[in-house]
């Protein structure tokens, strides 16, 4: 069992920034891919940014030159640094970790609970 957790949401007015961070702790050999999604009232989900155990990253295009993903591989860590933000962001941020709990498995895929950002105008 792998849990995740986000933190970082809050208000902040348009142009502003916000960094997120999300955390996952448990069985953990590795983790693969972490990504930021988020989901908007009544839109679906969507991915925001991901990033892999070695570093690549893609970015969602409506994002790219504002939003920055990063990982520390050894505290099992992401972080989203958002700048530039808009009203249209207001979503709720989700983050996801893919990985394995042993090197021969792949058996992870949780999902945090997720943290609301607002962008006022």
């Not at 970082?8 to 502003?16: I, S």
């Not at 990982?71 to 640094?81: E, F, G, S, V, W």
């Not at 042993?102 to 105008?121: E, H, K, L, P």
């Amino acid at each position: 069992q792998v849990q995740v957790v986000e933190s970082g949401g809050g208000l902040v007015q348009a142009g502003g920034s916000l960094r997120l961070s999300c955390a996952a702790s448990g069985r953990i050999f590795i983790i693969n891919t972490m990504g930021w999604y988020r989901q908007a009232p009544r839109k679906q989900r969507e991915l925001v940014a991901v990033i892999t155990s070695d570093g690549r990253t893609n970015y969602a295009d409506s994002v790219k030159g504002r939003f920055t993903i990063s990982r520390d591989n050894a505290k099992n860590t992401m972080y989203l640094q958002m700048n530039s933000l808009k009203p249209e962001e207001t979503a709720v941020y989700y983050c996801n970790a893919a990985g394995g709990s042993s090197w021969y498995a792949a058996d992870f895929d949780s999902w945090g609970q997720g943290t609301q950002v607002t962008v006022s105008s």
